[in-house]
């Protein structure tokens, strides 16, 4: 069965964040987006989620996702897998810094857009990461 146009968009969705490429992700964003942090943290706007984006990318340059698995119920779509990262200390990828935990994101799309995307990860590799004082 193909894939529906929602799941199609989430998937691009993924594929712009892989790619790091913050324009391309706020052009599939809807005018009222909300982001979801896995700490229930809400991002609302363009220019909130463009530096949100952008600082997170310049933290950790190698984010990527990786969806193993998805599934769709109407506009909403289920995303499974990993994500994954390392954190930039000075200008190079830290030693000891590379995080990787299983996530899901939820995805809901109207008329060829992201209205909502919410992570669920545990953020403890990540946060204990960051809570490192750099050498």
């Not at 896995?38 to 340059?61: D, I, K």
């Not at 998805?70 to 289920?78: D, K, S």
């Amino acid at each position: 069965m193909p894939e529906s146009d929602v799941v199609r968009t989430a998937l691009r969705f993924v594929n712009e964040i892989n790619r790091h490429d913050v324009p391309a992700l706020l052009a599939l964003v809807s005018d009222d987006h909300t982001f979801v942090d896995a700490l229930g943290q809400e991002v609302r706007g363009r220019e909130h989620l463009r530096e949100a984006w952008s600082g997170y990318f310049a933290l950790f340059p190698d984010y990527r996702i990786t969806i193993e698995d998805h599934m769709q119920a109407g506009i909403v779509v289920g995303l499974f897998g990993s994500a994954s990262g390392t954190r930039l200390v000075q200008g190079t990828l830290a030693p000891g810094g590379r995080w990787k935990t299983p996530a899901a994101w939820k995805a809901v799309v109207r008329e060829g857009r992201v209205e909502r995307w919410q992570v669920y990860a545990d953020n403890e590799p990540v946060r204990r990461i960051l809570a490192e004082k750099p050498a």
